[in-house]
């Protein structure tokens, strides 16, 4: 499932959901409830390309 590999992914990086939440500007608890695939609305939010690199492309050291 894909909320479970965004724990992975930020869990990988030693990012808390409150540090994702606060980057993304949404509540944690919100964060938490997608990251636990409960609410997949989190993915109607504007995407940038600069929010969606920031938990999956560190570990790759991909430069955006």
């Known amino acids: 499932h894909y909320y479970e590999r965004i724990r992975e992914l930020r869990q990988d990086r030693d990012k808390t959901q ?3 939440a ?3 500007q ?3 608890s919100y964060y938490s409830k997608y990251e636990r695939g409960l609410d997949d609305s989190i993915t109607q939010m504007p995407k940038t390309r ?3 690199s920031y938990v999956c492309n ?3 050291n991909v430069q955006t």
């Open 50 to 52: 600069e929010k969606r």
């Open 58 to 60: 560190k570990k790759q």
């Open 18 to 20: 409150t540090e994702i």
């Open 22 to 24: 606060e980057y993304l």
């Open 26 to 28: 949404i509540d944690q």
